[in-house]
């Protein structure tokens, strides 16, 4: 279990709430999420995120990290609450 401010992620049970409420990702998010919390410190490029969470190699076109990215902003309500763009490199988990 990994736990950021209020967000919690449970990985037996692959499931994240907020305050308690179940949020509902796809798999796709579930394992950026995880990826970001397990890594809290670490940037991760895009072509980190797309090697890691879909085993491929990296291509050129970044559409598909930045659109589960999206995705899992709006489903967490995020607002730059928990993960941080860092501009010209990748993506974080926001500084406590």
Request: net charge negative.
């Amino acid at each position: 279990m990994f736990k950021f401010k209020d967000l919690v992620l449970d990985s037996e049970n692959h499931t994240v709430f907020i305050n308690d409420k179940l949020i509902e990702l796809t798999a796709k998010e579930y394992s950026i999420l995880e990826l970001l919390m397990t890594n809290p410190k670490k940037v991760f490029t895009k072509q980190n995120i797309f090697e890691s969470i879909w085993s491929e190699e990296y291509v050129v076109d970044d559409r598909a990290v930045i659109v589960h990215i999206s995705n899992l902003r709006n489903k967490l309500n995020d607002e730059d609450k928990y993960i941080k763009t860092v501009w010209g490199i990748g993506y974080k988990m926001q500084d406590n």
